[in-house]
């Protein structure tokens, strides 16, 4: 049991005293991810466990090679009677959603995520669910040494993250329209330094996970429209599932690549008039969990974080806020709910209840029928905390109105 907290109490409580007391929900379900199926299961099952939780964790079953060490290692080192390992796929996944838990806590797709709300309803359990969505880099205007590390970080936080197949990873480029092609031949040079440029013999990139993930992102640059907006890459490898980094240049709004999470190498670039339009863009859009903004503009920083909604906000980098425990980590609306990372795992895994120790006196008897105006007055103030227009009242220095 976690240490109390002492809680603060209006002066109208004395003599009491008061504690927030956090404590254990009970058995929580943990589902894993594939993309970073070590840290993704991991991290929440340490903030279950800290909270003093028994947990039933579920490893993606695609990442079979991890989910096997999840299974194989954690019942070496932690207590098999607190902690659960189930492997299995989405049968599996069924079959533990027809328990009661008294947490669930999930990580991947809206389409599953949804999935996984509806049966959590069904048993009135709370569910966090980190999701995800298009997560936008606005691109203000910057030239010479600046414009080459924003460009290093646009790309490492692109293509670096499992090719692109990252929650946090970025899915679109907003830019003025006139800054747009020196952005490009930027973004080129630096693939290739960081990259290579052979689809076959691609350096420190990352395959697709699957077949079907495969071909859902080659689907994307079929579309009419869509293909013809490439200026960059395009090139597949299908033996090996591997798509090389690609750029496209203002694709049509309403193709797929523009509706749904890409979640693979592929970087629309959408130009604009004024950068400012960036947040009504953004604001026609689903939430999305974070949004990257390389900007020296003050009043433009303030203007973003007031007015648009998302997970979180990280100005001139990518990907970073991740690795800050200091920070919360979670989204809003379609890109999810609830947070995590450091004490923010403990919070979430955590029932802080409510402890008030009262002692018997003095006793106040204007709270207790029958009713007069003396008592109903008495009422008033208390609630508005008026301790002055109390202590009138109590001295007869304080008119009472009849009601």
């Known amino acids: ?35 970073f199926p070590i840290s993704l299961t991991l991290d929440p099952l340490i903030g279950a466990i800290s909270a003093g939780n028994t947990v039933v964790v579920k490893p ?10 999840l299974y194989r290692m954690i019942p070496l080192y932690l207590d098999t009677e607190a902690i659960t390992i189930v492997e299995g796929g989405s049968d599996v996944a069924e079959q533990l959603l027809l328990h ?17 709300m509806s049966a959590a309803a069904k048993h009135l359990t709370p569910v966090v669910l980190e999701l995800g969505g298009k997560c936008p880099v606005i691109l203000d205007s910057f030239t010479g040494s600046d414009l080459k590390v ?31 092609p ?40 079929e579309e009419p429209g869509v293909a013809a907006s490439i200026v960059y890459g395009g090139s597949v490898d299908k033996e090996n599932l591997v798509i090389e980094p690609t750029i496209l240049l203002d694709p049509p709004l309403d193709a797929q690549i523009m509706t749904e999470e890409i979640f693979g ?32 503009n003050e009043k433009f920083k303030e203007q973003i974080v ?43 895994f955590s029932h802080e209840k409510a402890v008030l120790h009262r002692s018997f006196f003095p006793e106040l008897e204007p709270r207790y029928p029958p009713w007069n105006d003396f008592k109903l007055e008495f009422i008033r103030l208390a609630y508005n905390l008026d301790y002055i227009g109390l202590l009138l009242l109590l001295l007869g220095l304080r008119k009472v109105t009849p009601r």
């Open 182 to 221: 020196l952005l490009i031949e930027s973004l080129k040079r630096c693939i290739k330094r960081f990259y290579g440029d052979n689809v076959k013999n691609l350096q420190s990139f990352c395959r697709i996970v699957n077949k079907h993930h495969f071909d859902r992102v080659c689907n994307l640059l």
């Open 150 to 180: 924003v460009v290093k970080r646009i790309a490492g936080g692109k293509w670096g993250p499992c090719a692109g197949q990252a929650c946090i990873g970025v899915d679109y480029l907003l830019v003025q329209q006139k800054l747009a």
């Open 60 to 69: 993606s079953e695609l990442a079979p090679t991890c989910s096997s060490l």
């Open 100 to 116: 009661q838990w008294d947490k669930i806590f999930f990580t991947g797709s809206p389409r599953v995520g949804r999935m996984v």
């Open 265 to 296: 190498p592929l970087l629309p670039i959408i130009t604009l008039d004024n950068i400012e339009d960036s947040i009504d863009f953004i604001n026609d859009k689903p939430k999305p969990l974070v949004i990257y903004a390389f900007t020296n």
């Open 306 to 348: 007031q007015e648009t909604s998302s997970g979180s906000v990280t100005f001139n980098d990518t990907m970073i806020q991740f690795i800050c425990d200091s920070l919360p980590f979670g989204g809003v609306g379609q890109s999810g709910f609830g947070r995590y990372h450091g004490k923010f795992s403990f919070d979430t």
């Open 1 to 35: 049991m976690a240490y109390p907290v002492q809680g603060k109490l209006p002066l109208l409580f004395f003599p009491s005293r008061a504690q927030l007391l956090p404590e254990p929900l009970g058995t929580v379900l943990i589902f894993g991810s594939w993309n």
